[in-house]
């Protein structure tokens, strides 16, 4: 049996890559030998710590890997692939005899998305294979697009926390923001609200965000579904938008140049829900000057009402028309 090199994944002209984990030879030569048959590229390990190693060296498209094994079982394995952000995306399907409903869970607990068991049909095996391929590589699609874009959107799973994918800056935002937490992992904080949403959401309420503020400097967070189950995989996208409070009197003072500058701040804090009473405080007048500023104000974007002023400036700085 040979194996292929283990910069197979960035030949170009290579396919879809598969690592086979397992301690028994014969296993091996027969998963190796049907998906080599069916045009793979296979890889192979024979203990945890080489499989670690090759998976972050190659990066293949799916792990098939024994639950158990002599010193570091498929669990670990599975648990430690997810911990590590650079083989965190990749699908592992846990290969077992055991049935048994605890292991099942544990292999699921532990970051396994299909099991087969055996004694191995071969078949079977390269239909999973298939179509759990076909499911990353449209994932793996979307992120990229999100990277290039420059979005800031990670996915969460709900039952443990954990951050299954997230984009480049997402990553950045995450650790700028929450800069103890694990990088695979999210905040307490965060799985509290996403916890709360969801249950939202799946009732059909109105979708609420979350800010979260550092300073002068805030992260905004909507939740989405990965699909119209509403989440009921337990996997949501989270979009990341930031906001700071010189940046948006910035896009203030480019998006309405008549407004003068101490105009642009009463503007910024009624935008923020504050009275006019607390903008005087923060801005060191009183609410009456306060009050003239925004009739002012009133006047130049053509409104009435506060309400109307703080919704006309978000979508002018958000990119609407604003007509």
Not at 14 to 35: E, G, K, M, Q, R
Not at 150 to 166: C, P
Not at 255 to 272: D, H, N
Request: aromatic content about 4%.
């Amino acid at each position: 049996m040979t194996t292929a090199p283990l910069d197979a994944h960035l030949d170009g002209g290579a396919t879809d890559v598969v690592l086979i984990v397992d301690d028994v030879p014969d296993n091996l030569a027969v998963l190796h030998d049907a998906l080599d048959e069916s045009g793979y590229t296979v890889l192979v390990a024979t203990n945890g710590e080489t499989a670690l190693q090759r998976a972050e060296q190659a990066r293949p498209d799916i792990v098939l890997l024994d639950a158990v094994m002599p010193g570091m079982d498929g669990f670990e394995v599975a648990r430690r692939l997810k911990a590590n952000p650079a083989t965190a995306a990749i699908p592992i399907v846990f290969m077992t005899g055991l049935t048994d409903t605890e292991h099942v869970v544990a292999a699921f607990g532990a970051g396994g998305i299909d099991y087969v068991t055996k004694p191995l049909r071969p078949r079977e095996v390269l239909a999973r294979i298939a179509a759990h391929l076909n499911s990353a590589r449209a994932q793996r699609q979307a992120r990229h697009a999100l990277d290039a874009f420059g979005h800031a959107t990670l996915v969460v799973r709900e039952r443990d926390g954990r951050r299954v994918w997230q984009t480049a800056l997402a990553r950045r935002l995450m650790a700028q923001y929450f800069p103890d937490a694990p990088e695979v992992a999210t905040p307490p904080e965060l799985m509290a609200w996403v916890a709360r949403e969801s249950l939202r959401r799946r009732a059909g309420a109105d979708p609420l965000t979350l800010t979260i503020a550092r300073g002068a400097q805030r992260i905004n967070f909507t939740l989405h579904p990965m699909a119209d189950d509403q989440g009921a995989e337990g996997e949501w996208l989270l979009v990341l938008r930031e906001e700071s409070e010189t940046a948006l009197l910035e896009s203030l003072a480019l998006s309405f140049p008549s407004l003068t500058a101490r105009e642009s701040e009463v503007l910024y804090w009624v935008i923020q829900g504050k009275t006019n009473r607390d903008i005087g405080d923060i801005l060191g007048t009183s609410p009456r000057t306060v009050h003239k500023h925004l009739e002012h104000v009133f006047e130049k974007l053509g409104v009435e009402t506060r309400t109307a002023a703080a919704g006309l400036a978000l979508t002018r700085v958000r990119g609407g028309s604003g007509d």
